[in-house]
Each structure stands twice: as structure tokens, then as C-alpha cells.
């Protein structure tokens, strides 16, 4: 255990009221978490203002309050510790008590609208495949080594993420790969960490019920990159326009990749098929089972971070046509019938676009592509008209239905779907509120050779309907469907 002046050495504390120097247990930003020998650190949420509850974590034992605004009344006994940005000062005090793990590791932030939890997830499967103990933070899940630790967010809060570290290092890992969202950035759950280099895949439309404007979210992304070290790399997707963006007054070394332009690394596609594709990266071609032209940009943005991290070339390259799709991310399911079902987590307009264009390209076209899709409810609802005019442009049905409702009404989200479709357009489009219905509409609408495609909840097991989760798995269904086909 440490004393608290060892953890106010990374603070810079504007105000501090009451003395001494106790023995701290545990750190806290809940006051139902609180306990004896705990600091509190209060931050402005977005629903409460975790200031009000420094009585209760009083209460429960803490003697130590990190906070932005120190209270009028102050009880003897304990220390109130002033900064600018508590949020921040928890990333620092997080790092101090689990010693600064990310300084133990090579860590990867890997960061975009899309793209993350691919990147991430096979740059961890190819560490693996090369022999190097590694850890990862997805939204899928996160691992310490082989041992599997439940997401409940692409990148976590301070104090689990800085606990996961050190996990890691214990347990001998020498790399760690991490999404790291723009709501963590603007939240500073990524506060005194340091990276060993930086990844940026893509900026489209998402979120925006929380930045509010697409600049405050660009904003967040590059937020990133301002705070990566000179010994860092920053590696930017070149083919979008805000790959630069990123790049600019960026202390760290710059890369780029592309599948268009002259980059660092670059890859091509020669040929595309449902069993995958082959590619040629910086000259060398290799074959691989991942689909669409999106995949090569992720596979050629896994090779440059490989490389940057000293990886062996040759055998990256021998690594990378081995890795097979991340769960839930275009995931193939076939019915006896010789339907194609294809799961994928597209959620933004530009990933089922993306997607889209993929199964255009490799279906038969006098076959269909019927798309079953939803849009999220308490999240962004200005993609939910897009997304719905996007799988209309690249279908030939469509079904809305519901992802998950969450709070709101599943009905008038799809109505707001359904703004987004041409009223000439609207004869191919149904709307099923129920997934599991709608996922039995299309499979019995489908004959031999016709691709569906069910998006937006990709890995989900669940769904949540008025603030209710119950067991859900697209995948599930489809088997369960095709079995009686
Ligand atoms: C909008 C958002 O990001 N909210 C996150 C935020 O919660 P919040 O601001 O609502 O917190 P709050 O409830 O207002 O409470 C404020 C403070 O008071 C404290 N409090 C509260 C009650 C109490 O009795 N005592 C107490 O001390 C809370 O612990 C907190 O410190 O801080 C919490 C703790 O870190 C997060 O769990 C929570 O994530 C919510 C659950 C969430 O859904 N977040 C999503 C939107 C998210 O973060 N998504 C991103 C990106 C997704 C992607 O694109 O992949 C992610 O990284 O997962
Ligand atoms: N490089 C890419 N460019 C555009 N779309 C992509 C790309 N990679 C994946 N996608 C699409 O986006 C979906 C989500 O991919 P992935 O989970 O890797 O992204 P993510 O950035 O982790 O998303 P989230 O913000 O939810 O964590 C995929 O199912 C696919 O449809
Ligand atoms: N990480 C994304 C995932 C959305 C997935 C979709 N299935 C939904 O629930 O809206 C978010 O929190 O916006
Ligand atoms: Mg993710």
C-alpha cells in the first residue's frame, strides 16, 4: 500500500484542505463503492454530479476526496484534494496505485468510427500466432493473456483499465491492443496511460447525440493523438480525408496506409470471392478469409502496427492469412437450401454501406440481398434515417426492425427509419418491430443463392427492450430458422 503523497506527485492540486499523509487501500469514483482507506474522486457525469455524494463516501470510510469544488462544509479528518479535472486526476491516481503498467508494456490505441475491435482483435490473435503473450480491451472482450475478462465498454474506465494493466504485466504479457472510443477520450478514461503507438482507422457519421457536432467528435479522435510521445508511432488511414487531420502537430513518428494512395503501407485487392480474398500488401500477396475492401484496410493497418512494433515481416505475413474473422463481423452461416446469411455488427451508415457493397460485389446479381436491420435506441438518432436509406440503395428488401430499443419506443424508432426511404422506394421495404420475426421473414423470403444480411448487433447475446436485456443471438435464430428450411 502507498501513502497518499506518493499519489499527489502525478496532480497538479490547485487547493487542498486538512493534512496528514494517511495509507490508502483503494481508489473510488462511486460512492456506493466506498470504504475505510479509500480516495473518492467526484466526477461530473452526465446524468449526476458526483460531488453531491462526497457526504456518503465520507460516510463509508474515505478520508481522502479528489474533487473539482471543495464542499462549504468540511469535517475534520479528512483531506479534500482541488484539481482542474477530476476525471483526468483519476487516470493518474489509477496508474499510481497499480504502479504504471502501461509503462510495463508496449501498449496500441487503437482508435475510429469502425474498424476498432478488427484491428485490435487481430493484432492480439497475430501476437499470439508469433509467439508474444498479449492483452486486449475490445467491446467484444477483453483478455488478459488467454484469460477472458467480460467488456461492458469498448474501452473501459480509468481504474479497470489501469487494474486490467496490471494484470497483464503479471501475467508476463508484453503487448497490450485496446480500443479506445472518443467518449473515453473526452471522458479521460485514458489519462496516464502510455502508448506505444496510435491507430487511426476512419471518421463517419456516429454518436452524435453525444458530441453533439461531427467536429467536437473529430475533436475527440484527434485528442488521441495530441497525447501521444515523440517515441510513439501514429499510423493514420491515408484514404480518409481526416487521416491527416489526425497526423497534424502529432508528436509521434507518422505512418500511413492505403488501399489508393502511396502510403507506408499499402494493399491492393486482386481478387474478391465469399471465401475470401487475395490480396497484395507492399508487394507480396497473400490470401486471406476476410471479405470486402474495408477488411483489407484493417488486415494492412494490422501489418503496419506489426512492423512498427519490430514483428518479424515474413512471418507477420505468414500470420495474417491465417487469422479468421472476429465474432460477429461478417460472419458466414449457410442453410442446406444454399442460402447465404451474413451476421455483421454495421451500426453506422458508412460500416453497413460498407458491408453492402461488399456482398454486391460477390453476390450473383439475379440473386437478392435482403437486409434486416435496426438502429439503436438512447444513442444516436440522427443515423437512423440514413442507415434505413442506405440498406434501400444497396438492397433489393429490406426489413426494419428493431437492435436494441433501450429506453425508447421500438415503433417510432423505426418510423424514424423509415423518413429515410423514398417513397418510391417504399415497396421493398417491410418493417417487423420484433427481431426474431423479422429474422423469419427473411429467412423464409430467401431462395437458393439469395444473401441475407442481418446488421447492427454482430457478437450481441442480448437485447434490450424498455431497459430490459433478455438472451439474443442473431446467429441463433438463423440456424434455428435454417434447420427448417
Ligand atoms: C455517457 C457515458 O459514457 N456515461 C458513462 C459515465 O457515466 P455517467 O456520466 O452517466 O455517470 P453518472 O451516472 O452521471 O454519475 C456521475 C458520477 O457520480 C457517481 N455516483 C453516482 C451515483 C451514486 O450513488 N454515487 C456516485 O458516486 C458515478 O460513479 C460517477 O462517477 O461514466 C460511467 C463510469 O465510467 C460509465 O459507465 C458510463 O457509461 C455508460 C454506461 C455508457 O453507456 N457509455 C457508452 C455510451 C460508452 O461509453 N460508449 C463508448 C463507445 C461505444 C463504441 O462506439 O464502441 C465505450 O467506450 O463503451
Ligand atoms: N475499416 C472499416 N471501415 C469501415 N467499416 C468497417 C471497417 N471495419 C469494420 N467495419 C464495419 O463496421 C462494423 C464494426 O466493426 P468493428 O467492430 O471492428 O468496429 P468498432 O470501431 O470496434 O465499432 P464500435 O465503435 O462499436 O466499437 C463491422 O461489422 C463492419 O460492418
Ligand atoms: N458501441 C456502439 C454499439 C451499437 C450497437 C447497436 N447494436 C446498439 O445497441 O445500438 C454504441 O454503443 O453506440
Ligand atoms: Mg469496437
Given at each position: 500500500?502507498?501513502?497518499?503523497?506518493?499519489?499527489?506527485?502525478?496532480l497538479?492540486?490547485?487547493?487542498?484542505?486538512?493534512?496528514?499523509?494517511?495509507?490508502?487501500?483503494?481508489l473510488t469514483f462511486d460512492s456506493r463503492q466506498a470504504?475505510?482507506?479509500f480516495i473518492f474522486v467526484a466526477m461530473r457525469g452526465t446524468k449526476v454530479d458526483g460531488h453531491t455524494f462526497i457526504?456518503k463516501a465520507?460516510?463509508?470510510?474515505c478520508?481522502v476526496v479528489v474533487c473539482e469544488e471543495i464542499p462549504?462544509?468540511?469535517?475534520?479528518?479528512?483531506?479534500y484534494i482541488r484539481v482542474a479535472d477530476t476525471a483526468r486526476s483519476l487516470g493518474w491516481l489509477a496508474?499510481?496505485?497499480?504502479?504504471?503498467?502501461?509503462?510495463?508494456?508496449?501498449?496500441?490505441?487503437?482508435?475510429?468510427?469502425?474498424?476498432?475491435?478488427?484491428?485490435?482483435?487481430?493484432?492480439?490473435?497475430?501476437?499470439?500466432?508469433?509467439?508474444?503473450?498479449?492483452?486486449?480491451?475490445?467491446?467484444?472482450?477483453?483478455?488478459?493473456?488467454?484469460?477472458?475478462?467480460?467488456?461492458?465498454h469498448?474501452t473501459p474506465d480509468a481504474l479497470t483499465l489501469q487494474?486490467?494493466?496490471?494484470?497483464?504485466?503479471?501475467?508476463?504479457?508484453?503487448?497490450?491492443?485496446?480500443?479506445?472510443?472518443?467518449h473515453a477520450v473526452v471522458q479521460n478514461r485514458i489519462a496516464g496511460?502510455?502508448?506505444?503507438?496510435?491507430?487511426?482507422?476512419?471518421?463517419?457519421?456516429?454518436?452524435?447525440?453525444?458530441?453533439?457536432?461531427?467536429?467536437?467528435?473529430?475533436?475527440?479522435?484527434?485528442?488521441?493523438?495530441?497525447?501521444?510521445?515523440?517515441?510513439?508511432?501514429?499510423?493514420?488511414?491515408?484514404?480518409?480525408?481526416?487521416?491527416?487531420?489526425?497526423?497534424?502537430?502529432?508528436?509521434?513518428?507518422?505512418?500511413?496506409?492505403?488501399?489508393?494512395?502511396?502510403?507506408?503501407?499499402?494493399?491492393?485487392?486482386?481478387?474478391?470471392?465469399?471465401?475470401?480474398?487475395?490480396?497484395?500488401?507492399?508487394?507480396?500477396?497473400?490470401?486471406?478469409?476476410?471479405?470486402?475492401?474495408?477488411?483489407?484496410?484493417?488486415?494492412?493497418?494490422?501489418?503496419?502496427?506489426?512492423?512498427?512494433?519490430?514483428?518479424?515481416?515474413?512471418?507477420?505475413?505468414?500470420?495474417?492469412?491465417?487469422?479468421?474473422?472476429?465474432?460477429?463481423?461478417?460472419?458466414?452461416?449457410?442453410?442446406?437450401?444454399?442460402?447465404?446469411?451474413?451476421?455483421?455488427?454495421?451500426?453506422?451508415?458508412?460500416?453497413?454501406?460498407?458491408?453492402?457493397?461488399?456482398?454486391?460485389?460477390?453476390?450473383?446479381?439475379?440473386?437478392?440481398?435482403?437486409?434486416?436491420?435496426?438502429?439503436?435506441?438512447?444513442?444516436?438518432?440522427?443515423?437512423?434515417?440514413?442507415?434505413?436509406?442506405?440498406?434501400?440503395?444497396?438492397?433489393?428488401?429490406?426489413?426494419?426492425?428493431?437492435?436494441?430499443?433501450?429506453?425508447?419506443?421500438?415503433?417510432?424508432?423505426?418510423?424514424?427509419?423509415?423518413?429515410?426511404?423514398?417513397?418510391?422506394?417504399?415497396?421493398?421495404?417491410?418493417?417487423?418491430?420484433?427481431?426474431?420475426?423479422?429474422?423469419?421473414?427473411?429467412?423464409?423470403?430467401?431462395?437458393?443463392?439469395?444473401?441475407?444480411?442481418?446488421?447492427?448487433?454482430?457478437?450481441?447475446?442480448?437485447?434490450?427492450?424498455?431497459?430490459?436485456?433478455?438472451?439474443?443471438?442473431?446467429?441463433?435464430?438463423?440456424?434455428?430458422?435454417?434447420?427448417?428450411?
Open positions: 500500500m502507498k501513502q497518499l503523497n506518493e499519489y499527489l506527485k502525478d497538479d492540486v490547485l487547493e487542498m484542505v486538512g493534512t496528514g499523509d494517511p495509507e490508502i487501500s483503494a470504504a475505510d482507506g457526504p465520507i460516510a463509508a470510510g478520508q462549504v462544509e468540511t469535517p475534520d479528518g479528512v483531506i496508474a499510481c496505485h497499480y504502479d504504471y503498467p502501461s509503462q510495463q508494456l508496449q501498449l496500441v490505441g487503437v482508435t475510429g468510427t469502425n474498424g476498432k475491435t478488427t484491428i485490435v482483435t487481430l493484432l492480439y490473435r497475430l501476437a499470439g500466432e508469433l509467439g508474444y503473450k498479449s492483452g486486449l480491451c475490445s467491446t467484444v472482450a477483453n483478455f488478459v493473456d488467454q484469460t477472458v475478462i467480460a467488456a461492458t469498448t487494474g486490467m494493466l496490471r494484470q497483464m504485466v503479471d501475467a508476463g504479457c508484453g503487448y497490450c491492443f485496446m480500443e479506445v472510443s472518443s496511460l502510455r502508448f506505444a503507438g496510435g491507430v487511426f482507422t476512419n471518421i463517419t457519421h456516429d454518436h452524435l447525440d453525444y458530441h453533439l457536432t461531427f467536429d467536437a467528435y473529430l475533436k475527440a479522435k484527434k485528442g488521441f493523438f495530441d497525447g501521444l510521445e515523440k517515441d510513439a508511432f501514429a499510423l493514420a488511414n491515408a484514404d480518409d480525408k481526416n487521416g491527416s487531420v489526425m497526423l497534424q502537430n502529432c508528436k509521434a513518428v507518422h505512418k500511413t496506409f492505403s488501399l489508393r494512395e502511396m502510403a507506408d503501407y499499402r494493399v491492393r485487392v486482386i481478387e474478391s470471392l465469399f471465401e475470401g480474398m487475395h490480396l497484395e500488401i507492399n508487394g507480396k500477396e497473400l490470401w486471406t478469409p476476410f471479405i470486402g475492401r474495408f477488411n483489407a484496410a484493417n488486415l494492412v493497418a494490422v501489418y503496419g502496427a506489426a512492423l512498427l512494433l519490430n514483428w518479424d515481416q515474413e512471418e507477420v505475413l505468414t500470420a495474417l492469412s491465417k487469422l479468421l474473422p472476429v465474432d460477429g463481423r461478417f460472419e458466414t452461416i449457410r442453410s442446406r437450401t444454399g442460402i447465404t446469411a451474413v451476421v455483421d455488427y454495421a451500426h453506422t451508415p458508412d460500416a453497413l454501406q460498407n458491408v453492402l457493397e461488399a456482398l454486391n460485389q460477390i453476390r450473383q446479381a439475379q440473386n437478392d440481398l435482403i437486409t434486416v436491420v435496426g438502429t439503436g435506441g438512447d444513442r444516436d438518432p440522427f443515423k437512423r434515417p440514413i442507415m434505413a436509406a442506405e440498406a434501400v440503395k444497396s438492397s433489393t428488401k429490406v426489413i426494419l426492425t428493431s437492435d436494441n430499443p433501450r429506453s425508447e419506443d421500438p415503433e417510432t424508432i423505426i418510423g424514424q427509419m423509415m423518413e429515410g426511404v423514398d417513397f418510391k422506394d417504399r415497396i421493398k421495404v417491410i418493417s417487423i418491430t420484433n427481431r426474431r420475426e423479422a429474422i423469419r421473414t427473411a429467412c423464409s423470403m430467401a431462395k437458393k443463392g439469395d444473401v441475407i444480411l442481418v446488421a447492427g448487433k454482430g457478437h450481441e447475446t442480448y437485447q434490450e427492450v424498455k431497459g430490459v436485456r433478455s438472451h439474443f443471438d442473431d446467429r441463433e435464430i438463423i440456424r434455428e430458422f435454417f434447420e427448417q428450411l
